[in-house]
């Protein structure tokens, strides 16, 4: 069965300051999908950030990029430069390619300041 | 291109009425997720369809819960009936086939149920 594990219910930051939002998953299938969401205070889903189980290398957009270790089969947000716009919850979640079901993490709330 | 729509975007109602919320996913998605968002349990995934099929109901809480795709551009979640239990953020997603492209999320539904 897939599992996604976010282990940080909060992390703080300082502005302009790198962070790392941890995320593990466990799944059977080797083909698979792994994305970031982002939720402000308003409340929408933002996507950010995909890896496939198959990329080479780890996947940018950005400011974000993803930390992709399949062997450790984690998955970690990495913020550079944090701004605060970027406080708001964040969400890892899995995309198991052969039943095409996405499941979400509990979720990270990152808090910048100033 | 409109994104997906979610109405009503508030719904209050009373235990044990009927609470119907309605979806309209991005043209030419063929598949669309319901998922329920409360602070206990995070995002569940409800049901998802894949070309108006449902796929896999299994996170479907109880039988009052029920969630129809009648055609491509329209689905719904009906509560019946409602329990103050079920208050929560009610989200919409679709997305277009499997694996790289992302979930498009509504606004979500805000229902309270007193």
């Known amino acids: 069965a897939q599992k996604i594990t976010q282990t940080q219910p909060g992390m703080f930051v300082q502005e302009k300051e790198a962070v790392t939002l941890d995320c593990t998953y466990d799944?059977?299938?080797?083909?698979?999908?792994l994305f970031w969401y982002k939720q402000p205070s308003s409340g929408e889903m933002i996507f950010l950030i995909y890896?496939?189980?198959?990329?080479?290398q780890n996947a940018t957009e950005g400011r974000y990029s993803l930390n992709f270790q399949k062997a450790r089969k984690s998955a970690n947000l990495v913020i550079s430069a944090s701004q605060l716009g970027d406080s708001a919850m964040y969400f890892c979640?899995?995309?198991?390619?052969?039943?095409?079901?996405?499941?979400f993490g509990t979720g990270t709330r990152l808090q910048v300041f100033p | 291109d409109a994104g997906v729509i979610q109405s009503p975007r508030h719904e209050v109602t009373e235990m044990g009425q009927e609470v119907t919320l309605r979806c309209k996913p991005i043209?030419?998605?063929?598949?669309l997720f319901w998922y329920r968002q409360t602070m206990m349990r995070g995002l569940e995934l409800l049901i998802y369809?894949?070309?108006?099929?449902?796929?896999?109901d299994s996170g479907m809480p109880e039988d009052r819960f029920s969630a129809k795709m009648p055609n491509a551009s329209f689905s719904t979640l009906k509560i019946q009936p409602s329990e103050p239990r079920d208050s929560a953020v009610y989200f919409c997603?679709?997305?277009?086939?499997?694996?790289?492209?992302?979930?498009?999320f509504g606004n979500g539904t805000r229902l309270t149920v007193t």
């Open positions: 979640a899995m995309r198991d390619f052969n039943t095409d079901k996405l499941i």
């Open positions: 997603a679709s997305s277009t086939g499997t694996q790289r492209p992302p979930l498009h």
């Open positions: 799944t059977s299938d080797p083909s698979y999908g």
């Open positions: 043209s030419g998605h063929d598949y």
């Open positions: 369809f894949n070309n108006n099929v449902p796929i896999d």
């Open positions: 890896q496939g189980s198959y990329d080479q």
